[in-house]
C-alpha cells in the first residue's frame, strides 16, 4: 500500500468511527438536505498543510466539495482557514487542490481569516451574505459536523448540513493532483501556538473570540451578552 493510499484509508477510519457520534447518520442528514439543494455554496473548513503532501483529512473534504459540486449540489465552495499551525493559509491550499480538480476558479471563494472550526463557519457566513448566497451548507466530516451543529443551533445559523457519506467516498475517483503552494504561503508567520495559549486556543474552538453582528444574533440575551464583552458589531443604522 502507497503512503498516499495508507492515509486517505486512516483517514477514512477516522470519519467511519466518527459516524457514530453524529444521530441521524451522514447519510440520512445529507439524504434529508440534498432535497433543497442546489445550495449557493458550502463552506469547507480548513486543515494545516505541510508543504509537501496534503493530508487524508484535507483530501477528503476537498474530495467531498468536488463532489457536491460536479453532481449539482452546491453552485459554488467556501475554502476556509488561514495560517494557522504552517505558514501555509490553508483555504488557498484548498482552492489550489480544488482548482487543479477542475472546479472553475470563478465558483471557488476562501476564507484566510478564520483559525478555529467556528470561526470557519461564521467568517464564511460573512462572506457567503457579501456575495448575496442565502442557501448555506457546511460541508465536512461527520465527526466536524457533530461539532458545528452544536454552533449553529445555538445562534440560530441558517446553515444547513451536508456531511461526507462514506460510502459515497469510496466510489469516488481520490487522485492527488499536483500544486504548487508557494502562492499560499503567509508573510510574517508565526504559529497559533506561539501567539495563543492553549486556554485561549480551546476558547477559540468554542467560538468564545468571535465578534458578532447584531442582526445574526436571533436572541436578545446574546445581543446583550456579546455587547457586554465587547464582542459585537452594532446594527447599521
Known amino acids: 500500500m502507497n503512503k498516499a493510499l495508507l492515509l486517505f484509508t486512516l483517514s477514512c477510519v477516522i470519519v467511519l468511527g466518527?459516524?457514530?457520534?453524529?444521530?441521524?447518520?451522514?447519510?440520512?442528514?445529507?439524504?434529508?438536505?440534498?432535497?433543497?439543494?442546489?445550495?449557493?455554496v458550502i463552506i469547507v473548513p480548513?486543515?494545516?498543510?505541510?508543504?509537501?503532501?496534503?493530508?487524508?483529512?484535507?483530501?477528503?473534504?476537498?474530495?467531498?466539495?468536488?463532489?457536491?459540486y460536479d453532481n449539482?449540489?452546491?453552485?459554488?465552495?467556501?475554502?476556509?482557514?488561514g495560517a494557522v499551525y504552517s505558514e501555509y493559509v490553508e483555504a488557498q491550499v484548498m482552492a489550489l487542490y480544488g482548482e487543479a480538480m477542475g472546479i472553475p476558479v470563478d465558483n471557488i471563494f476562501v476564507d484566510t481569516l478564520a483559525e478555529h472550526s467556528t470561526e470557519n463557519v461564521y467568517s464564511s457566513y460573512q462572506?457567503?451574505?457579501e456575495m448575496g448566497f442565502t442557501k448555506?451548507?457546511?460541508?465536512?466530516?461527520?465527526?466536524?459536523?457533530?461539532?458545528?451543529?452544536?454552533?449553529?443551533?445555538?445562534?440560530?445559523?441558517?446553515?444547513t448540513l451536508l456531511p461526507i457519506v462514506i460510502d459515497t467516498m469510496v466510489t469516488i475517483d481520490r487522485y492527488e493532483p499536483t500544486i504548487n503552494a508557494e502562492s499560499a504561503k503567509k508573510k510574517g508567520f508565526i504559529s497559533i501556538e506561539e501567539r495563543e495559549t492553549l486556554f485561549q486556543r480551546l476558547k477559540g474552538t468554542m467560538g468564545k473570540q468571535i465578534v458578532w453582528h447584531?442582526?445574526?444574533?436571533?436572541?436578545?440575551?446574546?445581543?446583550?451578552?456579546?455587547?457586554?464583552?465587547?464582542?459585537?458589531?452594532?446594527?447599521?443604522?
Not at 20 to 37: E, G, H, I, M, Y
Not at 149 to 155: P, S
Request: aromatic share 12%; net charge positive.
Open 18 to 40: 466518527s459516524c457514530n457520534l453524529l444521530r441521524p447518520s451522514p447519510q440520512k442528514v445529507f439524504d434529508k438536505n440534498k432535497v433543497t439543494a442546489p445550495y449557493d
Open 46 to 68: 480548513g486543515v494545516p498543510y505541510n508543504g509537501e503532501h496534503w493530508s487524508g483529512t484535507m483530501k477528503i473534504r476537498v474530495h467531498w466539495s468536488k463532489y457536491l
Open 72 to 81: 449539482g449540489y452546491s453552485k459554488n465552495i467556501i475554502y476556509s482557514g
Open 127 to 129: 462572506i457567503a451574505k
Open 136 to 159: 448555506i451548507a457546511l460541508a465536512t466530516d461527520p465527526f466536524q459536523t457533530n461539532q458545528l451543529r452544536k454552533f449553529i443551533r445555538k445562534y440560530d445559523l441558517p446553515i
Open 214 to 237: 447584531e442582526e445574526d444574533l436571533k436572541k436578545n440575551r446574546f445581543v446583550r451578552k456579546f455587547k457586554r464583552k465587547g464582542r459585537l458589531i452594532s446594527r447599521t443604522k
